[in-house]
């Protein structure tokens, strides 16, 4: 892109003034490509701002169709969108919002098969899956291929943020080298989420890929940003890269990719 039409530099007026931003970073905006993983409780407001910040290449994956009881908390998608392909809805909504933004949809489960496909033309990950399984694919996708995961999630009152940046931070093994037992977590279906509680972690989750493409601020890498909602309460905690991590580590073990699905309970935003 060589120069900003007139409704461009209209809409995204706000930002172009602000010397932080300016028009090189909208223009940076309008040219980057970030992947969504997810269009459902912390995908819908990650969606949502970024279409709005004017990122120009927004990819959505989602299998999902949506359901009457996504609507306490997936803004994307309305009543009228019930038994719909979330990702469909998920377009609708985001070209209703910015019509330039050029939407790539995904509608297939995300698997060791198809991950480095999907990831190879994005530059930011948004991780808003609601599976371990997909979590610690998504990490060892994300390190073996050098692309930057922007983590979050979410459970009951409480939820967190931070970044994944190969080489330059710890990656989530190095938080929890293992998925957790099948049933010994129990899923957001059967604990509850409070409704507002994505839109929190989804916005944060924003915040840190803008600042990341404009390079500007202080990104979340190496640390961890929890949120609990009851207490009104943020806290920041500093996270270490684990030299004996089995993916990102001095000595790898975890070459290839693997598939926990069979292994590993579901924990649904």
Do not use: W
């Not at 930002?15 to 969504?36: C, T």
């Not at 050029?102 to 995300?110: A, P, S």
Request: proline letters at 6%.
């Amino acid at each position: 892109m060589s120069s900003f039409t007139e409704e461009q530099i209209y809409r995204y007026s706000r930002h172009i003034i602000l010397p932080e931003v300016g028009g090189k970073g909208q223009k940076k905006l309008l040219e980057s490509r970030v992947l969504l993983l997810g269009a459902g409780g912390l995908g819908s407001p990650a969606a949502m701002y970024l279409a709005a910040t004017g990122i120009g290449n927004l990819g959505i994956i989602d299998f999902d169709v949506v359901d009457m009881s996504n609507l306490q908390r997936q803004i994307l998608h309305g009543v009228e969108d019930i038994g719909r392909s979330k990702a469909e809805s998920a377009k609708d909504t985001i070209k209703s919002i910015n019509p330039d933004i050029n939407v790539t949809l995904y509608k297939e489960r995300l698997s060791s098969e198809n991950i480095y496909r999907i990831l190879k033309d994005y530059d930011i990950i948004v991780d808003g899956c609601d599976n371990f399984p997909t979590r610690y694919l998504v990490n060892d996708a994300c390190i073996l291929t050098g692309k930057t995961n922007v983590h979050g999630s979410i459970f009951r009152f409480d939820g967190q943020v931070t970044i994944f940046k190969p080489k330059d931070g710890p990656c989530y093994r190095c938080l929890y080298p293992e998925p957790p037992p099948a049933g010994l977590v129990p899923s957001c279906q059967e604990a509850g989420v409070l409704g507002v509680l994505p839109g929190i972690i989804g916005t944060l989750q924003a915040v840190e890929v803008i600042k990341l493409i404009l390079g500007i601020g202080k990104p979340l890498i190496g640390k961890l940003l929890l949120y609990n909602a009851l207490d009104a309460e943020f806290r920041q905690l500093r996270l270490r890269r684990d030299v004996h991590c089995p993916v990102c580590g001095d000595n790898p073990t975890i070459k290839e990719l693997i598939d926990y699905e069979e292994f590993c309970g579901i924990a649904r935003h």
